[in-house]
T-cell receptor
């Protein structure tokens, strides 16, 4: 069991650039979640998938954010036209639908300069 | 909407001291409750959970009881160790698609430092 992995671990970008993050869940997990965590705060939900279907989206997920899970395995989170306020840790988690525990990846830390 | 409030830190204790981190929640329905821990440089890990009223979750000497009457899920440990130094997050499960367990709603976290 390799756990949830995220790539890259760190990303520094200039304001206005687009960035894409990848999450590989635990292989048998059909649910995948994205959260955002800013300094001194708890993680905030962004969106989640069951298989390839995006079931819920938070109001935090503005039009500049898009997430996909095309084959029900890995997922990507893209941020277009990044802003300094997007600087945060982006966390991915996965589980099996119906089970309570979510398994978190190490996160991708985004810094927008 | 649903929310979680936990005591602000940082909390600094001496080794072998008693720990309590308060957590209260607001929710419709009957959410499941969790404590997650984040050790320095590591990802979030589930510490313990409780899925219904009066359930007690326990792990690694930590305990928390789901109190519906006071909407609380306080974390306790009788004797903390230096290795318990971490950030602790209280969370509840929001109702998801079709009434199933959905995403987690977290408190702001409480940083615990244990001195030898």
């Amino acid at each position: 069991d390799t756990g949830v992995s995220q790539d890259p671990r760190h990303k520094i970008t200039k304001r206005g650039q687009n960035v894409t993050f990848r999450c590989d869940p635990i292989s048998e997990h059909n649910r995948l979640y994205w959260y955002r965590q800013t300094l001194g705060q708890g993680p905030e939900f962004l969106t989640y998938f069951q298989n390839e279907a995006q079931l819920e989206k938070s109001r935090l997920l503005s039009d500049r954010f898009s997430a996909e899970r095309p084959k029900g395995s890995f997922s990507t989170l893209e941020i277009q036209r990044t802003e300094q306020g997007d600087s945060a840790m982006y966390l991915c988690a996965s589980n099996l639908a119906g089970f309570y525990e979510q398994y978190f990846g190490p996160g991708t830390r985004l810094t927008v300069t | 909407g649903n929310s979680v409030t936990q005591m602000e830190g940082p909390v600094t204790l001496s080794e072998e001291a008693f720990l309590t981190i308060n957590c209260t929640y607001t929710a419709t329905g009957y959410p499941s409750l969790f404590w997650y821990v984040q050790y320095p440089g590591e990802g979030l890990q589930l510490l313990l959970k409780a899925t219904k009223a009066d359930d007690k979750g326990s792990n690694k000497g930590f305990e928390a009881t789901y109190r519906k009457e006071t909407t609380s899920f306080h974390l306790e440990k009788g004797s903390v160790q230096v290795s318990d130094s971490a950030v602790y997050f209280c969370a509840l499960s929001d109702q998801g698609y079709g009434g199933s367990q959905g995403n987690l709603i977290f408190g702001k976290g409480t940083k615990l430092s244990v001195k030898p």
